[in-house]
DNA sequence: TGAAAAAAGATCGCGCGCGATGTAATCGAT
DNA sequence: ATCGATTACATCGCGCGCGATCTTTTTTCA
């Protein structure tokens, strides 16, 4: 009765494919941002920080809820975050007169200037990741149908 | 020479493009995590613990070091999540006889015996993410290329 | 109108990731 | 054999993510 190949014995196929794509997700993830570190440094901000400043550069002000919805992050994670953009300088925080529960989020002058600067990061970065641009086009695609 | 479109005007196409694609990354990582949660919290462990558990049930007694090859996190990461391991009795940690420097870090028999249960997560997921198989293992290769 | 429900942020606690630094063990070249 | 370099982990600090909970304001509707 010993050496019988019970499940435990298996390497689990199942377990084996699974950790692939869950593990190519995360580790891909946390390569990009190291690989953005260096770049963001040199602006000061992190990986998060740029993200919130991407949207707010597209559009200014707007409530702590419409950058959740866009980052897809809620108030426990960006309320801190905005804070420490604020104690930067890059960003404002005022309560909306026309509704005091919400909260808005402003670019200051000092926010925008800082544009100019991150223009060239996305170069770097495709540089840096020295692969064809329209396979990361097809990776980007292929990652929007897990956005729920 | 009011109203020149400065590149403070535009909306910067690159950093827009740029945008999308660390923006999915980031995004589809994040909703992982919380697709996960659920499941992983019954079998009492996070997304990370999950990930390292499933390195350990490939191959069990392995140093510090190979775990964090094949996760690619250094022992910074490593050594804190692998202590809550091991006060949930999952795994054992003890330093290598043979090297006093390298810490072997094996599964104890519940670790081992939590694999069964965790059987049944990927399916779950693959049910959970409601997504074609073909798209998934797509997504996973086209991943990999980014794995430096 | 007045009380309950809903909405919008803020706060708290925990577990990552990771850069920087520290410590102990081993290796290497003299 | 010795001493400097390297290796392998550990520790520390900070900034996320996020579930849980709280506060304040607005909305709903009986």
């Not at 010993?2 to 950790?19: A, F, G, I, W």
């Not at 692939?20 to 990009?32: D, K, P, S, T």
């Not at 005091?100 to 670019?107: A, D, F, K, N």
Request: charged residues 30%; aromatic residues 4%.
């Amino acid at each position: 009765m010993s050496k019988k190949p019970t499940p435990s014995d298996r390497p689990v196929e199942s377990l084996r494919l699974d950790n692939q794509l869950c593990f190519a997700l995360y580790g891909a993830a946390n390569r990009m941002t190291r690989l953005y570190r260096p770049m963001l440094d040199a602006l000061g901000l992190t990986y998060p920080q740029y993200l919130a400043m991407l949207v707010l550069w597209e559009k200014s002000p707007q409530t702590v809820g419409a950058l959740g919805d866009a980052l897809d992050l809620d108030s426990s994670t960006l309320t801190p975050l905005l804070k420490r953009l604020e104690a930067g300088g890059l960003v404002e925080r005022h309560r909306d007169p026309e509704d005091e529960r919400r909260v808005i989020v402003g670019l200051s002058d000092k926010g925008r200037a800082l544009r100019d600067q991150a223009e060239a990061v996305p170069e770097q970065m495709i540089c840096a990741l020295d692969t064809p641009m329209n396979e990361l086009m097809a990776l980007r695609e292929r990652l929007k149908i897990l956005a729920k």
